[in-house]
């Protein structure tokens, strides 16, 4: 069987959920009934092409496509004859798509094959989620995304629960939720204390991560150090002087370190599919405090694993709960275990690889 995974923007923890499938599928056992292709965009600043073929399984094909994410006529054209091209040349099996621009876009290519295949599609978080466009930009991603489910068809395999619960409403569905190589991210996992509760972020800086209210917040509490580990366009936002910024880091050990470091792992997204850097935490054993939203609500049990939060006025009450360090220690343990027991990359890609041979 030949499998076609194609994603427009390998970065942030889509780059880890890649890294990781490759590693599954690329696997000697896996690889002689399963063959597998990742074609991607390098379009994201962290991203270092020779960093990807150094990290990512021998045993997969990776085939970089300029694609980007915003609407662009002519971009988009030379994109879909490029992928259709690559399409013919793999004939593939099983085509699977990978967030909302490479949903189009592989559905046109999809379609210019003029073959039947079988036809899969992860939002990572739907578009017409996102809170940094206007309502009938929403409605008109909303309206492409129900009218491409009709026309192309496609087994929709969605990243969280919450994410599944909205995809049944639009198409045929199943769940195969986000996972991460929970041994090699709990090896980073020391105990320590720091002088100062320490609050930490691991994400590019974007709108979707809200800098904004992360910025607020560390104002609102100055006696607690910040940390947001990553970069991104939207810098200029934090400017709140006891926030640390680390820029992007490329060592993946010193990423899991700085994230280890931390006391509290913090996740105020406006919008999310499951993300991966709030299971990374609770493996390190890190209580979560996150926006009350689709995505962070499927991975974080509010009182138990962290908190979920409205509005910044309770942060109060949550963080007096975690400044006490056996308090946190107990939250750490139950993440770790809400981990072991659902996000496990081998046991969901296992999953996976079941509804591909259906």
């Not at 056992?29 to 092409?49: A, C, F, L, V």
Request: with cysteine.
């Amino acid at each position: 069987m030949k499998v076609v995974h194609i994603i427009e923007a390998l970065g942030g923890g889509v780059y880890t959920y890649f890294r990781d499938l490759s590693t599954f599928f690329g696997d000697d056992e896996i690889n002689k009934n399963t063959q597998t292709t990742i074609i991607y965009s390098g379009n994201r600043k962290e991203i270092d092409p020779e960093k990807i073929k150094s990290e990512f399984s021998k045993g997969v094909d990776l085939i970089q496509i300029n694609m980007v994410r915003e609407f662009s006529p002519l971009q988009d054209l030379k994109s879909i004859y490029k992928l259709t091209k690559e399409l013919k040349r793999i004939n593939p099996d099983v085509i699977h798509l990978h967030s909302s621009k490479a949903g189009v876009l592989g559905r046109f290519a999809y379609f210019f094959l003029f073959k039947k295949k079988k036809l899969f599609y992860t939002p990572h978080g739907y578009s017409f989620l996102r809170t940094d466009i206007s309502n009938t930009t929403r409605k008109l991603y909303s309206t492409i995304e129900k009218l491409f489910q009709q026309l192309f068809g496609s087994t929709i395999v969605a990243c969280g629960d919450s994410e599944f619960e909205i995809a049944k409403e639009i198409g045929n569905s199943e769940l195969v939720r986000n996972g991460i190589d929970i041994n090699a991210v709990h090896e980073h996992f020391s105990q320590h204390e720091n002088k100062k509760l320490t609050i930490g972020i691991m994400a590019r800086i974007t709108a979707a991560r809200n800098p904004k209210l992360f910025n607020k917040i560390a104002l609102k509490f100055p006696d607690f150090n910040f940390v947001w580990i990553g970069d991104g366009d939207l810098k200029s936002l934090i400017t709140a002087p006891n926030i640390r910024i680390t820029g992007w880091i490329l060592d993946r050990k010193m990423v899991l370190q700085e994230l280890n470091g931390i006391d509290i792992y913090m996740q105020i997204s406006l919008w999310e599919g499951l993300p991966i850097a709030v299971l990374e935490a609770m493996t390190l054993q890190k209580p979560v405090i996150a926006t009350n939203i689709i995505g962070n609500k499927d991975a974080v049990l509010h009182n138990k694993t962290g908190f979920l939060f409205d509005d910044i006025s309770e942060l109060n009450h949550y963080f007096e709960i975690l400044k006490d360090p056996a308090t946190r220690a107990v939250f750490g343990e139950n993440a770790f275990m809400r981990c072991q027991d659902l996000f496990d990359k081998d046991k969901n890609f296992k999953e996976l690889l079941a509804i591909y041979n259906q």
